[in-house]
């Protein structure tokens, strides 16, 4: 609790600071809002020329885009600082994290907070209760608890992802990470349903990268939704996968940071 404790005033401090500068703070919100109508506008031109792609109808893919959205959102919001890995590492600065007794990793996560985490989160939340309101979805208790489960495990998924791809800048070394750059970009294809896409990249997506643990697979078990549906109720099995995974090649990572010399 102490740790998790200091993880929050850490994200609140850097909150602050990122709000004080609110020009940057409302563009960037803006920007976000705007990045995603424009994937909000290709779904609406789709649709306006087909009823169903693969069985899939308007509002069931929204729902699956909305969630992406909201992981992306909370990714933004709780991971941010992985980014700056590489830079971290390329500099030396790891040197006075590891002085800290507080955890290393979760000083990485909680060094910086993404400005346009709040244009993710909100427009996701809009979308997500947007679907919802158009689907006729029943609300039983079961699946309820259902949802309860499926949400904060799909945004772990993402943020463990992200976790994970920079934490490669430790064997790369590189002030930059455009490996993790390029693993995002490829995790934005789920942002539609997995089934339009071929057997390869749809077994990828599921299983070596699991983006379709974040959107598709948690929208098909809530919705009871294809053949596949019973895959998205393993999602909280996976998003601790995915927990332990992070933690575990960042920790393998450290063990090969050697300072920046001289």
Not at 156 to 168: D, P
Not at 200 to 214: M, N, S, Y
Not at 220 to 243: D, E, K, M, Q, Y
Request: hydrophobic share 55%; aromatic share 10%.
């Amino acid at each position: 609790m102490h740790t998790l404790r200091v993880y929050r005033r850490c994200l609140g401090a850097h909150l602050r600071a990122t709000l004080e500068y609110q020009a940057d703070f409302w563009i960037l919100v803006v920007a976000a809002v705007l990045t995603q109508g424009a994937g909000l506008l290709l779904i609406a031109t789709i649709f306006a020329r087909v009823p169903r792609i693969h069985g899939w109808g308007v509002w069931e893919v929204v729902l699956i885009f909305g969630m992406m959205v909201l992981a992306q959102g909370a990714s933004e919001l709780l991971a941010e600082g992985t980014w700056g890995l590489a830079g971290l590492i390329n500099r030396g600065e790891l040197d006075r994290m590891l002085l800290r007794p507080y955890p290393c990793l979760l000083q990485v996560c909680s060094s910086r907070v993404g400005m346009n985490a709040f244009g993710n989160l909100t427009v996701g939340g809009g979308l997500l209760g947007t679907a919802l309101a158009h689907l006729d979805v029943a609300w039983t208790p079961g699946r309820v608890a259902l949802a309860a489960v499926l949400l904060p495990s799909a945004l772990l998924i993402k943020v463990s992802l992200t976790v994970v791809a920079n934490s490669t800048s430790f064997w790369l070394r590189g002030a930059i990470n455009t490996f993790a750059a390029g693993l995002d970009q490829l995790g934005e294809l789920t942002k539609y349903p997995l089934s339009i896409y071929s057997v390869g990249l749809q077994a990828v997506l599921a299983t070596a990268l699991p983006f379709a643990f974040i959107g598709f697979f948690p929208v098909s078990a809530f919705l009871g939704h294809g053949r596949l549906a019973w895959v998205g109720l393993l999602t909280p099995v996976v998003a601790a996968w995915c927990v332990l995974l992070a933690v575990a090649v960042f920790r393998r990572g450290l063990r090969r940071y050697e300072s920046a010399g001289n």
